[in-house]
């Protein structure tokens, strides 16, 4: 591992901010899997139901890491990829944090005529974690592509989703929604029912939102700090 790539990975958390931001995420997911058990049937009270909620919750906050990360004064001007790498480690805690909490608030919740609850259990321990890093990296990217920290995190909801809803409004389209949104993905990954064609579709999501758009961004960043700097 490079010095800059050493420096991004330590910057990711290397803030009060960030490290507050990471902690009341985790909290939002603890209060949420404590909440959902104690409303919900005996019978839903299964590791995939649960996780599906806490891990789509948490993965609202996740791209403001990438944000604070790309935005971040301190980054190498020259590169933007070391800066992107850096954003794996909070959505690796974020990810593995809920998985842990999850299966800790489940653990301790009597078991009243479940008997799958732990079904699909590594899967879904897996998806946990790459769902985070998807969506960290869409927080890069947006990061990367709009100069407004404001309006890149409100880009990570509304264009996703917004996406989401057009493929939705139309049945032709429906089908597309997996391919092409992360929320499609989400759904397939936190299931724990993934097949070759889900693990096709959740990598098709990769390659537009984490590849493709932080490539964009990157590219972007880079033609407008060399004019910044020409101009000077």
């Known amino acids: 591992m490079d010095e800059t790539t050493g420096d991004a990975l330590r910057r990711s958390l290397g803030t009060r901010t960030r490290r507050w931001l990471l902690a009341g995420t985790l909290l939002a997911g603890l209060l949420t899997a404590v909440a959902l058990v104690a409303a919900a049937a005996p019978t839903d009270r299964t590791f995939v139901d649960l996780s599906g909620a806490v891990q789509s919750l948490m993965s609202v906050a996740t791209p403001l890491f990438g944000i604070l990360l790309v935005r971040d004064p301190r980054r190498a001007r020259a590169d933007a990829a070391p800066t992107v790498f850096g954003v794996l480690l909070p959505t690796v805690v974020i990810g593995v944090g809920g998985v842990a909490i999850c299966a ?35 927080g890069t990217g947006l990061g990367l592509l709009l100069r407004s920290r404001v309006v890149a995190f409100l880009a990570t909801i509304v264009l996703p989703l917004g996406l989401f809803g057009l493929l939705g409004a139309v049945d032709a389209l429906r089908p597309a929604q997996p391919w092409l949104t992360p929320l499609g993905s989400v759904r397939n990954l936190l299931s724990g029912e993934m097949s070759a064609l889900r693990w096709a579709q959740w990598f098709c999501v990769l390659l537009i939102w984490g590849v493709g758009l ?9 033609r407008s700090e060399g004019d910044a700097g020409g101009g000077a």
Not at 117 to 138: C, E, F, P
Not at 214 to 222: C, E, H, S, T, Y
């Open 104 to 138: 800790a608030t489940l653990a301790v919740t009597p078991a009243v005529g479940v008997d799958d609850r732990w079904r699909h259990v590594g899967t879904v321990a897996v998806g946990s974690v790459l769902v985070q890093i998807v969506a960290g990296l869409v």
């Open 214 to 222: 932080n490539a964009l961004g990157a590219a972007v960043r880079a």
